[in-house]
């Protein structure tokens, strides 16, 4: 099934390269497809890294090592496959991604604990391990790559390559941060997402990119969702190869350390809103901003009620301002809310105020808004002060036709 | 918007009267329709009566009402209208409430707690307290009406009525149980479920049948979904006329109640499953049995994470046994699983064992299963004891049509 574009996709921003990281691209051919599905990225000695990771019972093996190995702070490598995610494959799956970590860890003459592997595709079919030794054996020698080659590598229903950039002065120092990810169907992340990479030329301990990391992730990743299906195979790495000649970031009291935790954060909402932005059969971009809840998690909870509700993106599909299914949306959330201090808008505009539809409501710019591509749902519930944005897409006959119409 | 009846509608049975009930409807016109919306049930003095509510934070003051009142568990008089919930419309929305069971109360000389409300439709817009009147003085000295009649005038988005009966041995006493429910969408009912309403003739004490619906409710209008969006009206009620002569139920220990109860969870499984049998879009029954959980909790949760995956529904439509999907749901669901001790069928057939694709799976079977009208899916966590059904139907181009298409 060829996929459309998404009308929500961005063009693959000019992004910089990062001493110390070379991407290299090759065909395992894990499907019956003409294109580059193994992707390789090598990393200079001493590249510090972090991770996040799918909270799914049923996670892959690869997330189950990398979660593992992502411990002693180390990379070497990062190897991702497209078309097959390995997850429900018992031992026959962790053979193949041990067979990849020993095969580049050989190559490069470093631990395999420092080779990192994800996979991405259909669930329940082990990957193939002559394809992925042939694969990872081109890749190796292949010559390098841009991002968006890279990008482009580690997709699957994806319409477009999702790639960002920003960066950040460490004293005198300029850092810059690149990422790139793929995912359009299965995103519900919770702590994690679909396979994200980050690469900074920063210096920075694996610790502390990690306890960045992580905060960014809350404030990001698990605050998109497309279907609220929550995938067995959810990554975000960072890599941070210490090429720049910065002062090494150890915590929050090193010189420039906030502004880098600025950028990686600004970077991963960049990320997680590409992501949405190629959700299955989206053609809105919702922006979902809740204020007045108990806890800021308690607003992310709330946030998320409305943004997998089928019956509110089924609404913003058709353009009809039924705040009535946001107000569902919110009492069904589970978390504390009283109807009469309620108050919801659509593009600015309230249409009910404290649990009331408002006197003085007016339709027609909120109409104007809705027939728009990039849509904003305001809910305040009255009660504290924690807040959350939330983003998400509209549920279309898209989805449906990508899902139902076809046999994977 | 004209829906088509739906492939899985079931003929309206012949339900026997219950002696202590008269059944009347009349047209409110709360939307512009010509048509029955206003129901009027009219129960004999010493009526015990039982609910439970939607656990929405959002719930309109129909429920908070009902809540309230059921606590002295006597009823005369059930109200419901269609086409206006009346949620989300604060003083006003319970103003009209109050109007309707005083006129009501005035009629029949009972106390104003003794006459139940309900109303389904649109949230947001307040009960137009003039039509209510005119509805309710029309239904109080109308003529008598069929079941049928009843069931039709309380639907909404509903394709066809929806009905069931059975009856139950207390001694030598044969008692007669009769409901009908109407929901089609927003259904994802927890603890609770759409319209409801259960009459019986058996007598029984207000408490001890509260008891038995509230059991019977966990097992069966809690264990379905069609969307996972939980309304803000949900309310199943059940009334007791009496008038069988049955010895009065008053715990467990009474002769007969075990057959009593059974003979209502009956009833309210078959109407749970009426409503699935209506959910927007509806092309497949799925029935969804999983076994070896932790608790039998757990399973109804690990079932409805199935249920309400959207992945899993779309690939049911599309006739596709992507078991992989069904892995993913539950290692979503946030419930004790083990990736290599779960199995998973379709129509009888292993497709999966023990974190395994299963070797000698014949795909040829499942397809054939796939593309009858009712799906089997058969999940097995291998943890401990618990077990549940769930039921559910699938995803489909009819339901965006329904909600997405036009204005509400």
């Not at 306890?211 to 279907?227: G, H, K, M, R």
């Not at 929550?230 to 960072?238: I, R």
Request: overall charge negative; aromatic content about 6%; glycine content about 10%.
């Amino acid at each position: 099934m060829d996929l459309e574009r998404s009308p929500l996709a961005l063009p693959f921003p000019d992004m910089p390269q990062i001493a110390g990281v070379t991407l290299r691209v090759a065909r395992a051919r894990y499907k019956n497809w003409d294109r580059c599905d193994l992707t390789y990225a090598e990393l200079a000695e001493g590249t510090s890294v972090a991770g996040v990771f799918t909270q799914s019972a049923c996670a892959s093996s690869e997330v189950e090592l990398g979660r593992q190995n992502v411990a002693q702070g180390v990379a070497r490598a990062q190897i991702v496959n497209a078309g097959n995610s390995n997850a429900f494959t018992g031992y026959r799956g962790r053979e193949a991604v041990e067979q990849i970590m020993g095969q580049v860890a050989d190559h490069l003459g470093c631990p395999a604990e420092q080779v990192f592997v994800s996979s991405t595709g259909v669930i329940g079919v082990p990957l193939p391990k002559d394809k992925a030794r042939e694969g990872v054996a081109a890749a190796l020698t292949a010559d390098p790559c841009t991002w968006e080659d890279a990008a482009l590598a580690i997709s699957t229903t994806d319409t477009f390559a999702k790639g960002a950039h920003t960066n950040a002065m460490i004293g005198d120092k300029r850092v810059e941060l690149v990422g790139f990810i793929k995912g359009s169907g299965m995103i519900a992340p919770d702590m994690a997402t679909m396979l994200g990479y980050i690469f900074t030329d920063a210096a920075i301990t694996p610790a502390f990119l990690q306890e960045i990391l992580s905060a960014a992730n809350t404030a990001t990743f698990s605050c998109i969702t497309v279907d609220g299906d929550t995938s067995t195979s959810d990554t975000v790495m960072a890599f941070a190869t210490g090429k720049a000649g910065n002062g090494v970031l150890t915590g929050f009291d090193s010189p420039g350390a906030d502004a880098f935790a600025a950028a990686l954060t600004d970077l991963c909402r960049q990320l997680a809103q590409l992501v949405v932005r190629d959700g299955e059969g989206a053609r809105k971009f919702i922006s979902i901003f809740v204020s007045g809840a108990f806890s800021d998690e308690s607003a992310r909870r709330v946030g998320l009620s409305i943004a997998n509700s089928p019956l509110v993106k089924t609404a913003i599909a058709g353009e009809d301002a039924n705040w009535g299914r946001v107000v569902m949306a919110v009492g069904k959330a589970g978390e504390p809310a009283d109807r009469d201090k309620l108050s919801i808008g659509f593009g600015g505009v309230w249409a009910a105020k404290n649990g009331l539809p408002c006197a003085d409501y007016d339709e027609g710019p909120v109409a104007a808004h809705l027939k728009g591509r990039d849509i904003d749902i305001t809910v305040d519930l009255g009660m504290g002060d924690g807040r959350a944005t939330v983003w998400t897409c509209d549920l279309t006959h898209g989805y449906i036709s990508i899902n139902g119409d076809y046999r994977s």
